[in-house]
């Protein structure tokens, strides 16, 4: 059976997106291929929620060679399972884009169900689980309303628009969907410049599960995808890389590339989209030009964590030395390398702003009841963060060996999510 760093190899050469896909390597290793190899690269496509995409490759590849396709049984599974279940979201959402549209309230598909129909083509290749959608300010009354005749419920008690809030979050009463309504695609704590107005003037029109509507332009939806791929530090693994593989490759004709160098520099997302477009096209051979690249890399003086960012995709996860997992906010916390960063950081999460407070607890904003839910927000985020903090100071994961690699990881967010 394949070690994991085998599997790792293969899984990457079958991801690949040069026209031939690497097939005169990947056609010796699939002759050979046995139950428990299968299963290998089986569990390390569904770790990185590829599971699908990878069925359809191999599925593609043994069918050229005229071999059996026994081995890929569980890939099928996984395959129809999802495709079964994209299949009710996406009817979903047609539901919810037809009543927006009657009401004359624009909204813009993001992420996953765009991705799924519009650049995978295929709704079962690509693994997501809710909905999200961009919608004006002007418009977020209308469309809660309209959400609440879908039988969507809200999450947040107080619906306030805030700075260090960007999303609102609802529930479906019956299926349990789960539908996020953005009016920016990032919250206005994160230090980049991103015009929404000019995102709506740069959109297209699309057939999005059968409704007419607006969608992101494609050098605005390659730089969101790699913000988001930037704001959760890679947690994601590989899926983030063949959404830009998959992408570039359906809208290669239409991407300005000029133009993306121009918006990246705009909205201070520089570092993000040059280490996430660089790790696509070395890791998946995304179609991302050279001298794109070349234009788009840092000063001479940054430190690019390239090999950081390479091991936390592979790996899917951030995590101390045991396998704990730290979630964004403690890797970015760990990350700083001054106290008072550390420090002003530590007091923005502990102590946000009263609308953000009343978002997450039943209490009005303008009451003087806000603050006796502060300190109820502590104790939930000491909770969250817990196990990683039991790493650290109880398990003293300080003087281990493994930190130095680990501080790496733990500096990658803070390298990002910098201008």
């Not at 428990?36 to 770790?47: I, N």
Request: net charge positive; charged share 30%; with cysteine.
């Amino acid at each position: 059976m394949w070690d994991r760093k085998t599997t790792q190899e293969i899984l990457l050469r079958c991801l690949r997106f040069d026209k031939d896909a690497g097939s005169a390597e990947i056609e010796p290793l699939v002759r050979t291929l046995t139950p428990d190899d299968s299963g290998s690269l089986f569990h390390e496509a569904v770790r990185h929620e590829i599971a699908p995409f990878l069925y359809r490759r191999l599925l593609t590849i043994l069918q050229d060679l005229g071999l059996p396709v026994d081995p890929l049984k569980r890939f099928r599974a996984v395959y129809l399972q999802t495709a079964a279940r994209n299949m009710r979201l996406l009817e979903e959402l047609g539901i919810v884009l037809e009543a927006l549209k009657k009401s004359n309230v624009a909204a813009i598909p993001l992420k996953g169900a765009y991705l799924a129909e519009a650049v995978y083509r295929d709704m079962a290749l690509r693994v997501f689980s809710d909905i999200d959608l961009l919608i004006r300010k002007s418009d977020l009354e209308k469309a809660h309303e309209i959400f609440q005749e879908q039988a969507f419920h809200p999450l947040e008690y107080d619906r306030k628009v805030a700075d260090d809030l960007h999303e609102w979050r609802y529930v479906h009463k019956a299926s349990g969907w789960a539908l996020e309504i953005h009016w920016g695609i990032v919250s206005k704590s994160y230090p980049f410049s991103i015009d929404v107005d000019r995102l709506w003037e740069n959109s297209r029109r699309r057939k999005i599960s059968g409704v007419d509507v607006s969608v992101l332009s494609p050098e605005d939806m390659l730089l969101h995808l790699c913000l988001n791929a930037s704001i959760h530090n890679y947690s994601r693994g590989l899926k983030v890389l063949c959404d830009i593989g998959q992408f570039v490759a359906s809208a290669e004709a239409e991407i300005d590339w000029a133009r993306v160098r121009r918006q990246a520099l705009e909205w201070k997302t520089t570092r993000c989209a040059y280490l996430t477009l660089k790790l696509a096209r070395d890791m998946v051979n995304a179609g991302i030009p050279e001298d794109f690249l070349d234009g788009l890399k840092p000063g001479e003086n940054a430190e690019i964590p390239y090999e950081a960012a390479r091991d936390v995709i592979l790996m899917n996860e951030n995590s101390l030395g045991s396998g704990i997992p730290v979630l964004p906010t403690m890797s970015v916390f760990l990350g700083k390398k001054e106290r008072k960063d550390k420090l002003n950081l530590l007091f923005k999460k502990a102590l946000p702003t009263r609308r953000f407070i009343a978002g997450q607890f039943p209490v009005s904003a303008r009451s003087i009841w806000v603050y006796f839910f502060y300190p109820l927000w502590i104790i939930i985020l000491i909770r969250r963060n817990y196990p990683s903090i039991r790493e650290l100071f109880l398990r003293k994961l300080i003087s281990s060996n493994s930190l130095v690699e680990e501080k790496k990881k733990w500096g990658l967010s803070d390298w990002l999510l910098s201008p």
